[in-house]
């Protein structure tokens, strides 16, 4: 009926990742990071080559998976970038050090459980500076999770673990103490 009131609009709100990947983002300026942005759909070199992950590199088998039809200029087919990475390979390229950059965005990769997603949401760090050491990177996830999750009640845990493109590595744990 014409002659009824329209219906009110509703308002939407911003997607629960991109609120969440803009509040990460916020804590990382404010420790004096900045944020790098880049293609999801990237050449080989900026996936696996530019981070010292030729063809028969090990991590390439998890990660070498999604593939477009089109192809780079030299004719090689180009990926979903399997993590974000690439970004940080673009930002180092074209600043000088000192480098603290993070890169959040969405990577695809082939999983072999029902418990992972071939995309998921990734956010990376980089920081290039002289004089850094492991402690520096300790303290900067600490103080991320105590920012992100509005607490200093929080117990965190680095534990030696293995992935096969970064050395050393860790895993970190976080418990709520109270």
Not at 103 to 114: F, I, L, M, N, W
Request: negative net charge.
């Amino acid at each position: 009926d014409v002659t009824l009131p329209g219906r009110a609009q509703q308002m939407g709100t911003r997607h629960l990742i991109n609120r969440i990947t803009d509040e990460i983002s916020e804590i990382f300026l404010g420790l004096g990071y900045t944020v790098a942005e880049g293609p999801e759909v990237e050449t080989d070199y900026y996936n696996f080559t530019a981070l010292n992950a030729p063809a028969d590199h090990p991590s390439r088998s998890m990660q070498d998976t999604f593939y477009v039809d089109r192809c780079d200029e030299k004719g090689m087919q180009l990926p979903l970038r399997p993590h974000t990475s690439p970004m940080q390979v673009r930002y180092a390229r074209t600043h000088t050090p000192p480098i603290k950059v993070i890169a959040p965005g969405r990577t695809y990769r082939v999983d072999s459980d029902a418990t992972h997603s071939p995309m998921f949401h990734q956010v990376e760090g980089l920081w290039v500076a002289e004089n850094i050491s492991f402690a520096d990177l300790k303290g900067v996830y600490t103080d991320f999770l105590r920012r992100f999750f509005e607490t200093e009640d929080l117990k965190v845990r680095f534990r030696p673990s293995y992935f096969p493109f970064t050395e050393p590595s860790v895993e970190v744990d976080m418990a709520f103490t109270s």
